[in-house]
């Protein structure tokens, strides 16, 4: 399967406790998105990145929200000093960019991480 | 943060029915997305909408883009049980380099046996 990937699928934390989620996008596509959505509603843009490249942050990405993608495959999402509004599905997209804009973004499985 | 209006936010259907859902928007959208997520999963790209008036077929499913670009809808024919989970609409906006999708506020979908 060359699907978006995510590790892990299930996070528990207790408050106060640093996180970080990994995402691992379709092998050719350059450009990587995090999402947040909380239950009965869609997801919520978080951030992207073009290659290793932070292109855009939402203002709903707090301080305590830092997202990387080193080398421009992989990213990780880490979320500091947890709180229990934290608690939400985390999913990872990504997308290639093509000569006429960008093709449609693909969603991995996601990330429920439950603060307690 | 924004989300554009679905509607309905939930259908209760029998087997064989079809299904008609849409999302509107107050501001104009560049490309229209519909994906499907069930529990616990993420969402899965059904049809891909880039031109205003545009009307897709992928299998059962029919999606147009509202000539307006503020608006889409998704039809799909003769449901089955495996069509159960929510239907999320999604635009991306017009201006160039703006990669941020909007999401709608989903459409729950049961099949009553």
């Known amino acids: 399967d060359t699907g978006v990937s995510q590790d892990p699928r299930h996070k528990i934390t207790k408050r106060g406790q640093n996180v970080t989620f990994r995402c691992d996008p379709i092998?050719?596509?350059?450009?990587l998105y995090w999402y947040r959505q909380t239950l009965g509603q869609g997801p919520e843009f978080l951030t992207y990145?073009?290659?290793?490249?932070?292109?855009?942050k939402s203002r709903l990405l707090s301080d305590r929200f830092s997202a990387e993608r080193p080398k421009g495959s992989f990213s990780t999402l880490e979320i500091q000093r947890t709180e229990q509004g934290d608690s939400a599905m985390y999913l990872c997209?990504?997308?290639?960019?093509?000569?006429?804009?960008?093709?449609?973004?693909?969603f991995g499985p996601g990330t429920r991480l439950t603060v307690l | 943060g924004q989300q554009l209006n679905q509607s309905p936010q939930s259908m209760f259907i029998q087997e064989g029915e079809d299904v008609s859902m849409n999302c509107t928007s107050s501001?104009?959208?560049?490309?229209w997305l519909w994906y499907k997520q069930e529990p616990g999963e993420g969402p899965v790209l059904l049809i891909a909408?880039?031109?205003?008036?545009e009307l897709t077929s992928n299998g059962r499913l029919t999606a147009q883009f509202g000539i307006t670009r503020k608006d889409s809808f998704l039809n799909i024919s003769a449901s089955i049980p495996s069509d159960v989970g929510i239907y999320f609409c999604?635009?991306?906006?017009?201006?160039?380099?703006?990669?941020?999708?909007?999401f709608g506020t989903g459409t729950r979908l049961t099949i009553i046996p």
């Open positions: 997209a990504s997308s290639r960019t093509l000569a006429g804009g960008t093709d449609t973004q693909y």
């Open positions: 501001s104009i959208f560049n490309t």
């Open positions: 909408l880039y031109k205003a008036g």
């Open positions: 990145f073009q290659n290793e490249a932070q292109l855009e």
């Open positions: 999604a635009g991306l906006p017009l201006d160039f380099g703006n990669e941020k999708l909007t």
């Open positions: 092998s050719e596509h350059n450009r």
